[in-house]
């Protein structure tokens, strides 16, 4: 019965405490419950950090904000307090970790849904069977999501957004003066990012009429500016980590021929924005369910039959078989082949 809780099920509460991208990815919840019921009030607890990504969002009544560098479990006993004073019909919890889970449980909320795998989830109303895709059997995060709102709405999983505002459109339009590909080159983790030299080796065999940015955050900026420097086409690249808020980012990213990214948090940037997008795989793979949704899309990974991939689901902190194969034997020609332009 999909439509048991319609119609008392006004106040809902959507918790994802994760990183950017999973964050990007949760919107998709958003947009399917605005457009189930466009009267319910969704609130959203995010970890502190993200919150910019949902400036001005249009669907959102509250946005909570949990501080977990500085008094975790203090910030989280007010967060708790706030929660159950909003008396909430609905919680939905994306988190698959303890504190979330205690959260949810203690919320006051008349239905709570979450994961299996969360340590509380033996107290939630209602517990969702959690799987991560695999080659035979992919399963994206969106449709994972999907299965915790089902009974609610149905099966088809809405695409994740954000709403850049107005402000973040004129921030990046000076840069906006002519063709542009935006390459997002980092990632928090070794095994997904590929190589540095490979980055510049690419950036030289782009048509020469493009402009090139190089995204990211501020951490990134040493690595972007090694890359530029490598560059033999430095003059037509600038780079812009840490000069860009993320809603600025993104609108960038919108208006690009082409975004060139890592499996990582600007890849899912595209596709809330339905950004053009060639994701590059190194020792992970998309059917884990975290590969991108944009209409234009492209997908690069090795040809390469390597036994030892994929060695983990979230990448390492280096290759444990010390090659890094799953990245060197991806061809910088065939990434480059993606970028249509005369």
């Excluded at 099920?9 to 999973?22: E, S």
């Excluded at 020792?283 to 899309?297: A, R, V």
Aim: with cysteine; charged share 20%.
């Amino acid at each position: 019965m999909h439509y048991l809780y319609t119609v008392h099920m006004n106040r809902i509460l959507v918790i994802q405490t994760a990183f950017i991208g999973d964050v990007v990815l949760a919107t998709a919840l958003l947009e399917k419950l605005h457009r189930h019921d466009p009267d319910a009030q969704i609130s959203l607890l995010v970890r502190k950090g993200n919150e910019s990504l949902f400036t001005g969002h249009p669907y959102l009544h509250h946005l909570y904000i949990w501080d977990k560098k500085n008094g975790k479990y203090r910030d989280l006993w007010r967060i708790l307090k706030e929660v159950r004073r909003a008396k909430f019909h609905l919680v939905v919890n994306v988190q698959r970790f303890a504190a979330t889970g205690l959260l949810t449980v203690l919320s006051g909320a008349t239905t709570t849904i979450g994961f299996d795998k969360n340590p509380f989830s033996l107290f939630f109303t209602k517990r969702i069977r959690h799987h991560i895709g695999n080659r035979a059997h992919p399963v994206h995060e969106i449709a994972r999501n999907q299965q915790l709102i089902a009974s609610l709405t149905d099966e088809m999983p809405a695409a994740p957004r954000l709403y850049p505002p107005v402000a973040a459109f004129a921030a990046v339009k000076p840069w906006q003066t002519k063709p542009y590909v935006c390459i997002a080159p980092a990632s928090v983790w070794f095994t997904k990012q590929y190589p540095e030299e490979q980055w510049v080796k690419l950036i030289d065999r782009l048509p020469e009429s493009l402009q090139i940015f190089l995204i990211g955050g501020p951490g990134d900026a040493p690595l972007t500016d090694r890359i530029r420097t490598a560059a033999q086409t430095k003059q037509r690249v600038e780079n812009l980590c840490g000069r860009l808020r993320l809603l600025e980012s993104a609108a960038l990213q919108q208006g690009a021929i082409r975004n060139l990214v890592n499996d990582s948090a600007p890849m899912h940037f595209a596709s809330a924005m339905n950004a053009p997008v060639t994701a590059i795989y190194c020792s992970t793979i998309p059917e884990f369910g975290y590969g991108p949704l944009s209409m234009d899309k492209q997908i690069i990974q090795t040809s390469e039959p390597l036994s030892c991939r994929p060695c983990g689901l979230h990448g390492k902190k280096s290759c444990p078989k010390g090659h890094f194969d799953c990245a060197y034997t991806i061809s910088v020609d065939k990434i480059a082949a993606t970028v249509k332009f005369p």
